[in-house]
């Protein structure tokens, strides 16, 4: 994972700066995560038919309009508390979901 850093502030008068470290998504690491979503979602994210049969609902595929205009935050929400007949997926951390989010952005049509 890349590792950056980030001026905060600047206290005026004094050029002290506070930094903060920020961690950038990792879609490669995401495609890993990816692996637990594949067998509802496919390996391209366009949906598994046999699954969405069962299921008795329509996938929408990842990488479409609808799916890529959610925020990364609604996209995290969806993974972590499960949207639809969807269930939430646990054990993801904030660094595995951002990572995850990342890899659906590629998926991007």
């Known amino acids: ?3 950056t850093t980030v001026l905060i502030a600047t206290l005026a008068g004094f ?6 470290p920020v961690w950038a998504a990792d879609a490669g690491e995401g495609a890993k995560l990816y692996a637990k979503c594949r067998t509802c ?11 969405a049969k069962a299921l ?10 609808d799916v890529q205009k959610k925020s990364d935050a609604d996209l995290k ?3 972590t508390d499960g949207t639809g007949k969807m269930k939430g997926i646990a054990g993801f951390s904030g660094g595995d979901q951002d990572n995850l989010v990342a890899h659906i ?3 991007k049509k």
């Not at 050029?15 to 903060?20: E, K, Q, S, T, V």
């Not at 609902?57 to 990842?62: G, I, K, Y």
């Open 1 to 3: 994972m890349i590792r």
């Open 15 to 20: 050029g002290i700066g506070l930094y903060a």
């Open 41 to 51: 979602h496919g390996p391209t994210g366009d949906g598994n038919p046999a699954m």
């Open 56 to 65: 008795k609902v329509e996938l929408r595929p990842l990488g479409s309009a």
């Open 77 to 79: 929400k969806d993974i």
């Open 105 to 107: 952005r590629t998926l």
